[in-house]
């Protein structure tokens, strides 16, 4: 198995995804795209840093840890991207951890990717199909956080992997 020693060996990598991946969904809009490690600040100082922290009063004082955060930013409004990185395999205290942060923060996107697997998430999520464990939002828009593989060899998503394939 292809892993690696610390977690946040993952983050540059994750970064350049997330950036691309941004990139790609937001190019033909006026708007600016941020992509930072943040796994060692809380996400309100880190909002604050980028000027968005007024379309996102409710997290102050949260002390809510994103590994890597996602920021398009336009003139009077911005979106928010989560990505919560693990090197071991995935459980049901990680997707916890994470859907509290989306119930909290409300981001566009989140993902729970683990260089190591699913784990013990992959029978809730694939056998049980309790896809329904991932869902997050208000009122008539439901969102979806994404659980996988991060393929430390291609340093991406292992798109196989993704739950729920959306």
Request: charged share 20%; aromatic share 10%.
């Given at each position: 198995?292809?892993?690696?020693?610390?977690?946040?060996?993952l983050?540059?990598?994750?970064?350049?995804?997330?950036?691309?991946?941004?990139?790609?969904?937001?190019?033909?809009?006026?708007?600016?795209?941020?992509?930072?490690?943040v796994?060692?600040?809380?996400?309100?100082?880190?909002?604050?840093?980028?000027g968005?922290?007024?379309?996102?009063?409710?997290?102050?004082?949260?002390?809510?840890?994103?590994?890597?955060?996602?920021?398009?930013?336009?003139?009077?409004?911005?979106?928010?991207?989560?990505?919560?990185?693990?090197?071991?395999?995935?459980?049901?205290?990680?997707?916890?951890?994470?859907?509290?942060?989306?119930?909290?923060?409300?981001?566009?996107?989140?993902f729970?990717?683990?260089?190591?697997?699913?784990?013990?998430?992959?029978?809730?999520?694939?056998?049980?199909?309790?896809?329904?464990?991932?869902?997050?939002?208000?009122?008539?828009?439901?969102?979806?956080?994404?659980v996988?593989?991060?393929?430390?060899t291609?340093?991406?998503?292992?798109?196989?992997?993704?739950?729920?394939?959306?």
């Amino acid at each position: 198995m292809n892993n690696v020693l610390l977690e946040k060996d993952l983050y540059p990598y994750m970064c350049v995804w997330l950036q691309q991946r941004l990139e790609d969904r937001f190019k033909n809009e006026n708007c600016s795209i941020i992509v930072e490690d943040v796994s060692t600040i809380n996400l309100d100082t880190a909002l604050n840093t980028y000027g968005v922290l007024e379309y996102y009063p409710n997290i102050v004082g949260l002390g809510i840890q994103i590994d890597v955060l996602g920021i398009v930013k336009w003139q009077h409004k911005a979106s928010l991207f989560f990505i919560e990185a693990k090197k071991t395999h995935l459980n049901l205290h990680d997707l916890g951890q994470l859907w509290a942060y989306c119930k909290l923060c409300d981001p566009d996107e989140a993902f729970l990717l683990s260089s190591a697997g699913l784990g013990s998430l992959s029978k809730i999520l694939n056998n049980l199909k309790r896809t329904d464990l991932l869902s997050f939002g208000e009122g008539k828009i439901i969102k979806y956080m994404q659980v996988g593989k991060w393929d430390t060899t291609r340093n991406t998503v292992d798109n196989n992997s993704l739950i729920p394939k959306i």
